[in-house]
Structures are given as C-alpha cells and as structure tokens.
C-alpha cells in the first residue's frame, strides 16, 4: 500500500532554514520522480520542485529557486525540501507528491497528508 | 512559464445538474493535462490525468476533453459528495503548473 508522510514542518523566523521530509513506502521508491507541492492557507496549489527516481535532475519553480533544494536518499525512500532564506510567502502546507506515468503524461497519483510550515517573527 | 487559466473561480448548483469546468493554457501543451479534486484539510486527489483519462476507482461522471490550449472538466450529474475545488495542472513543460482553481458548492 502506497503511502507518504511528510514530517519537519513548524514556526521558523524569517530568513531562517527548516528541512522538510517524505517518507514513502509500499512502492519501490527508486523508481519514481518525486514532487514537492505548497498550499499557502486559504490559496491554491503551487507546484514548488521535481526530482528525478535517481536524483540527477532536479526544477523548481521560479519563487523558490536559488532558496530551496529538493533531494531523495533511495537507500531510505525519503525525499527532502531544504528550505533557506524563508520568507513570510513561503508560509503554507508542503505536500509531497508522486509522479507516475512517461513524458509529458505525467501526473499525480498520490500525496503526503502535508506539513504546515509558518514562517513568522 | 505555462500559465493556467480555469473559469469560473466558483459555482454553485444543484445536486443532478451537468457541471462544466475550462482550464486555458498560456501555450499548447499537447493533452498533459490533469485534474485533481481537494476537500479542506485534505491532499488533492486525482480525477483525470492525460485529459480524458479517468483515474482507477473516479465515478464515471466525471469525465475531461481537450487538446492543445484549451480543456474542460465536465460532472455529468452533480452528487453532494462532489463539492470542493477542483485544480486542473499542466505536466508539459518541467517547470508544472496549476490553475488558480475552482470552488464547486451545493445549492
């Protein structure tokens, strides 16, 4: 059975650092690209970052890029969101997400619960 | 990037009627288009994938067409369970993308 937790979320001071991460079991973790998605409160999805089954290639979008790093460890089907120089807009709940299907027919067939993080004095 | 467009930004009606939702794209993206319905305080949940896909285990009244720029979500007969917004997402180009998303209610 296919499951996703996320764990690390929290209140963090701006301009501060908190790591995000999914623990995903029941699917050979490996072989699977892995998404971070946000949903500021009260807003819609952001799509936030991709990373490839062997972790060589990696996206993000534009408001995170430079600030974030995603990253997986296959040998313990985890997925990573680094997150650095926070600011108040990155307030939200951080999902992660798993890809299935071939290029450029992806999509999104299950989701973490999601982790809250508050970015806030 | 590819922006996406969905309309309208909320609706309301009535358990049985035919609900139709549109996502626009700021470019042709082929049919990477997904579906994806979320409740408060809960994960999205895919519907459709592909454009006219229907996700394993989706009633079958949910169904989506389009190719190109322009697509469209359509509930065939709305049921109560059916309420929450519902996000179309674009899987063509690296940097993916979500519409702002449309918010169904009951009447």
């Known amino acids: 059975q296919v499951h996703l937790a996320e764990f690390g979320g929290g209140v963090v001071q701006p301009g501060r650092s908190l790591r995000l991460s999914c623990a995903a079991t029941?699917?050979?973790?490996?072989?699977?690209?892995m998404h971070w998605v946000r949903q500021a409160p009260g807003k819609g999805l952001e799509w936030v970052a991709v990373?490839?089954?062997?972790?060589?290639?990696?996206e993000y979008a534009d408001s995170v890029k430079g600030r974030f790093t995603v990253s997986r460890d296959n040998s313990k089907n985890t997925l990573y969101l680094q997150m650095n120089s926070l600011r108040a807009e990155d307030t939200a709940v951080y999902y992660c997400?798993?890809?299935?299907?071939?290029?450029?027919?992806?999509?999104?067939?299950?989701w973490g619960q999601g982790t809250l993080v508050t970015v806030s004095s | 990037d590819i922006q996406m467009t969905q309309s309208p930004s909320s609706l309301s009606a009535s358990v049985g009627d035919k609900v139709t939702i549109t996502c626009r794209a700021s470019?042709?993206?082929?049919?990477?288009l997904n579906w994806y319905q979320q409740k408060v305080g809960k994960a999205p949940k895919l519907l459709i994938y592909?454009?006219?896909v229907l996700q394993s285990g989706v009633p079958s009244r949910f169904s989506g067409d389009g190719s190109g720029t322009d697509f469209t979500l359509t509930i065939s007969s709305l049921q109560p369970e059916d309420f929450g917004t519902y996000y179309c997402?674009?899987?063509?180009?690296?940097?993916?993308?979500f519409g702002h998303g449309t918010k169904v209610e009951i009447k």
């Open positions: 997400a798993r890809e299935i299907g071939r290029w450029p027919l992806g999509h999104f067939d299950y």
């Open positions: 029941g699917f050979p973790f490996i072989t699977y690209g």
């Open positions: 990373i490839w089954y062997d972790g060589n290639n990696k």
């Open positions: 470019q042709s993206i082929s049919r990477s």
């Open positions: 592909a454009a006219s």
């Open positions: 997402q674009q899987s063509y180009s690296t940097l993916w993308t």
